[in-house]
């Protein structure tokens, strides 16, 4: 399953030690990226040609489709040939798909790709209008019947998946109506689609002059003069970055309320309450998970607040702007990390975790996983794409100068080794994992580098520059995406009341969560109220929450790994290795923690709460 992207706040970028050793602005076309530093999708497909091949062989499989109909409740043998159809054209369609969105992925400009990808998708909706009535029929077969099905050594292999399936079924529809939908679901990327080529590929945010010379300003970059201890680089790069958003606001929110109300057509459609209920539904997530999230850390704003009024104090500003909360306060403990060295220093924090997993990802680090650097074009940020028979891929706008990146790459390798136990030890058709447990393994790693890191760190400035890096991560994963899930809830609530969700709505709901969290001490800009038409993640909705609860996860089982002994390991490998075998509430449970309780996310604000005290402490006695 793919997880896309994780790492929004503070999105990767080149490497200047990769870009002429930083001598260059020019950000390289593809052509110029050396191989070694991109990903071998050779375990998906050799080439494309091989690609379109395949395409055609998924085309005529397509073909075969309606052989099966009216056939599934005949017999559990008859049920079982049409579920192994449906495996294997599922394996190559998952191939195809992944292939040609990675291809893409490499440069949103590129016609060949953006082809590749326009064919695939033509492909799997004549696919999935064809294949509409399968479910229905699934669904109509006799509950006795169905019973006896699921004991029949015949269909062991897909028990799993039909007992989930069978959850539907107060929301599946006819099967001309499943049809329709299936027919129009070519067009239901198109707004994510218009999105992710306005901010990738049209806007030019042009260069910036600094003290080290002329730099490029794009969404890879943007974290970089964020980070810049010079702010008056930080208020030109912030300016000219919003000038651009403010341009093309409109459009923005055109888009953004449009993906809204697609979404909650949809859960109307199928007769689900709201549209957050639809999208909670199918990891089986209670809805009070959710609400219990927002109330939890509305209630611990109080470190937040007194965080960024530290910052006031260390940056000693008259006012906090929004261009001042990602400049570390311990700047002088920065320092360039390779490739090659984040990969070892991964791995020797990962080393509680046992000498295979460290194995695996190592080998995948060094070797052609990873999409390591920015390119002209390509999508900016970071994801793992893990699927059934391919690598579990990575893509990295990976910079040196930035120990973020190496924080993203421990992430997204969590992710993708999470890929590969899963894969491993389930069928194909319920080995996907939820994203719910995905940012579980990804923030599990991160809390690992955090730890090895301060507690091998040779010098105190080390230790209380990671320690603020610390805090800030867990500012933008458990309150700045609270703070997100907090305003897709307002937004899909006023789209089902009717209300219309202009630029001045969206401009309106998204400041007043700015003031709500970042407190007294921020000074807010005209244009700050635009970062909510920026965010990339709200186009797949209710999605950044799993964020927060997925970081209150991860502390407390790291925690538990760490201070146990092989009993709590082996616990969390049962987690890895559950992949869709489970519900996550459940599998995470099995790993030692509750998240149907609010207790984790209390816990972590306390984390929160207690770095940002050894923080000021520090800062108090003149670090």
């Given at each position: 399953?793919?997880?896309?992207p994780?790492?929004?706040?503070?999105?990767?970028?080149?490497?200047a030690?990769?870009?002429?050793q930083?001598a260059?602005?020019?950000?390289?076309?593809?052509a110029?990226?050396?191989?070694?530093d991109?990903?071998?999708?050779?375990?998906?497909?050799?080439?494309?040609?091989a690609?379109?091949?395949?395409?055609?062989v998924?085309e005529?499989?397509?073909?075969?489709i309606?052989g099966?109909r009216?056939?599934?409740?005949?017999?559990a043998?008859?049920?079982?040939?049409?579920?192994?159809?449906s495996?294997?054209?599922?394996l190559?369609?998952?191939r195809l798909?992944?292939?040609s969105?990675?291809?893409?992925?490499?440069?949103?400009?590129?016609?060949?790709?953006r082809?590749m990808?326009g064919r695939f998708m033509?492909?799997l909706?004549?696919?999935?209008?064809?294949?509409?009535w399968?479910v229905?029929?699934?669904?109509?077969i006799?509950?006795?019947v169905?019973e006896?099905f699921?004991v029949?050594?015949r269909?062991?292999e897909?028990?799993?998946?039909?007992?989930?399936?069978?959850?539907?079924?107060?929301?599946?529809?006819?099967?001309?109506?499943?049809?329709?939908?299936?027919?129009?679901?070519?067009?239901e990327?198109l707004a994510?689609?218009a999105?992710s080529?306005?901010t990738n590929v049209?806007?030019?945010?042009?260069?910036?002059?600094t003290?080290?010379?002329?730099?490029p300003?794009s969404?890879?970059t943007?974290?970089?003069?964020?980070e810049?201890p010079?702010?008056?680089?930080?208020?030109?790069?912030?300016?000219?970055?919003?000038?651009q958003?403010?341009?093309?606001?409109?459009?923005l929110?055109a888009l953004?309320?449009g993906?809204v109300?697609?979404?909650?057509?949809?859960?109307?459609?199928?007769?689900?309450p709201?549209a957050?209920?639809?999208?909670l539904?199918?990891?089986?997530?209670?809805?009070?998970?959710?609400?219990?999230l927002?109330a939890t850390?509305?209630k611990h704003?109080?470190p937040?607040?007194?965080?960024?009024?530290l910052r006031?104090?260390?940056l000693?500003?008259?006012?906090l702007?929004?261009y001042d909360?990602?400049?570390p306060?311990?700047?002088?403990?920065?320092?360039?990390?390779?490739?090659?060295?984040?990969?070892?220093?991964?791995g020797?924090?990962?080393?509680p975790?046992g000498?295979?997993?460290?194995?695996?990802?190592?080998?995948?680090?060094?070797g052609?996983w990873?999409?390591?650097?920015?390119?002209?074009g390509?999508?900016?940020g970071?994801?793992?794409a893990?699927s059934y028979?391919?690598d579990p891929?990575?893509?990295m706008?990976?910079?040196?100068?930035?120990?973020r990146?190496?924080f993203?790459?421990?992430?997204?390798?969590?992710h993708?080794?999470?890929?590969?136990?899963a894969?491993?030890?389930?069928?194909?058709?319920?080995?996907?994992y939820t994203i719910?447990?995905?940012e579980?393994?990804?923030t599990?790693?991160e809390?690992?580098?955090?730890?090895?890191?301060?507690?091998?760190?040779?010098?105190?400035?080390l230790?209380?520059?990671?320690?603020?890096?610390?805090?800030?991560?867990?500012?933008?994963?458990l309150?700045?995406?609270?703070m997100?899930a907090e305003f897709?809830q307002?937004?899909?609530?006023?789209e089902?009341?009717?209300a219309?969700?202009t630029?001045?709505v969206?401009?309106?709901?998204?400041?007043?969560?700015l003031?709500?969290y970042?407190?007294?001490?921020m000074?807010?800009?005209?244009?700050?109220?635009?970062?909510?038409?920026r965010?990339?993640h709200?186009y797949?909705?209710?999605?950044?929450?799993?964020?927060?609860?997925?970081?209150?996860?991860?502390?407390?089982?790291a925690?538990?790994?760490?201070?146990?002994g092989?009993?709590?390991?082996?616990d969390y490998?049962t987690?890895l290795?559950?992949?869709g075998?489970?519900?996550p509430?459940?599998s995470?449970?099995?790993?030692g923690v509750?998240?149907?309780?609010p207790?984790p996310v209390?816990?972590?604000?306390?984390?929160?709460?207690?770095?940002?005290d050894?923080?000021?402490?520090?800062?108090?006695?003149?670090l």
């Amino acid at each position: 399953m793919s997880s896309y992207p994780t790492n929004l706040l503070a999105a990767p970028q080149r490497s200047a030690a990769e870009m002429d050793q930083g001598a260059s602005s020019r950000i390289p076309r593809r052509a110029e990226v050396k191989t070694q530093d991109t990903w071998d999708l050779s375990s998906l497909f050799p080439h494309d040609r091989a690609w379109y091949e395949a395409l055609g062989v998924y085309e005529k499989r397509i073909e075969e489709i309606p052989g099966f109909r009216t056939t599934l409740g005949i017999a559990a043998e008859r049920l079982g040939e049409y579920l192994d159809f449906s495996r294997n054209l599922g394996l190559l369609e998952e191939r195809l798909h992944y292939y040609s969105d990675l291809r893409q992925t490499e440069d949103e400009g590129d016609d060949a790709a953006r082809t590749m990808t326009g064919r695939f998708m033509m492909a799997l909706a004549k696919a999935e209008a064809a294949a509409s009535w399968a479910v229905p029929e699934i669904q109509a077969i006799p509950d006795a019947v169905m019973e006896a099905f699921l004991v029949h050594p015949r269909l062991e292999e897909y028990r799993i998946y039909l007992k989930k399936l069978l959850r539907y079924k107060p929301y599946i529809l006819s099967g001309p109506e499943e049809r329709l939908l299936a027919l129009h679901a070519e067009g239901e990327h198109l707004a994510t689609e218009a999105f992710s080529v306005l901010t990738n590929v049209d806007l030019d945010f042009g260069t910036l002059d600094t003290p080290e010379g002329t730099r490029p300003l794009s969404q890879a970059t943007w974290s970089v003069f964020m980070e810049n201890p010079d702010r008056n680089v930080r208020r030109e790069a912030y300016q000219s970055f919003y000038r651009q958003f403010e341009a093309h606001k409109t459009t923005l929110a055109a888009l953004y309320g449009g993906a809204v109300k697609q979404n909650v057509i949809k859960a109307r459609i199928r007769g689900f309450p709201s549209a957050r209920s639809a999208q909670l539904f199918p990891d089986a997530v209670p809805e009070a998970v959710y609400d219990n999230l927002i109330a939890t850390v509305s209630k611990h704003l109080a470190p937040l607040h007194r965080y960024y009024g530290l910052r006031k104090q260390v940056l000693g500003l008259d006012a906090l702007r929004h261009y001042d909360v990602y400049v570390p306060l311990v700047p002088r403990a920065a320092k360039k990390t390779s490739w090659n060295e984040a990969v070892d220093l991964i791995g020797a924090a990962l080393a509680p975790l046992g000498v295979e997993y460290g194995r695996v990802l190592r080998s995948g680090l060094l070797g052609r996983w990873a999409d390591r650097y920015e390119n002209k074009g390509k999508r900016s940020g970071a994801f793992s794409a893990g699927s059934y028979q391919g690598d579990p891929y990575i893509l990295m706008n990976y910079k040196e100068d930035s120990i973020r990146d190496v924080f993203t790459l421990a992430h997204e390798g969590g992710h993708s080794m999470h890929s590969f136990y899963a894969a491993r030890s389930n069928p194909f058709m319920h080995y996907g994992y939820t994203i719910f447990e995905a940012e579980v393994a990804s923030t599990f790693n991160e809390e690992l580098l955090f730890r090895y890191i301060r507690d091998s760190a040779d010098t105190r400035e080390l230790a209380m520059y990671i320690i603020n890096k610390r805090a800030d991560d867990l500012l933008a994963t458990l309150y700045r995406q609270t703070m997100f899930a907090e305003f897709e809830q307002r937004t899909h609530a006023l789209e089902e009341g009717g209300a219309p969700l202009t630029v001045e709505v969206l401009r309106r709901e998204y400041r007043d969560l700015l003031t709500k969290y970042f407190g007294p001490d921020m000074m807010l800009e005209d244009t700050s109220d635009l970062e909510g038409l920026r965010i990339p993640h709200f186009y797949r909705a209710f999605y950044v929450y799993k964020y927060a609860t997925g970081i209150s996860a991860a502390l407390a089982l790291a925690e538990r790994v760490l201070s146990g002994g092989e009993q709590e390991r082996k616990d969390y490998f049962t987690f890895l290795c559950s992949g869709g075998s489970r519900f996550p509430i459940e599998s995470l449970r099995l790993a030692g923690v509750d998240m149907a309780s609010p207790a984790p996310v209390e816990a972590a604000c306390g984390v929160f709460a207690r770095l940002i005290d050894e923080l000021a402490a520090s800062i108090n006695r003149g670090l």
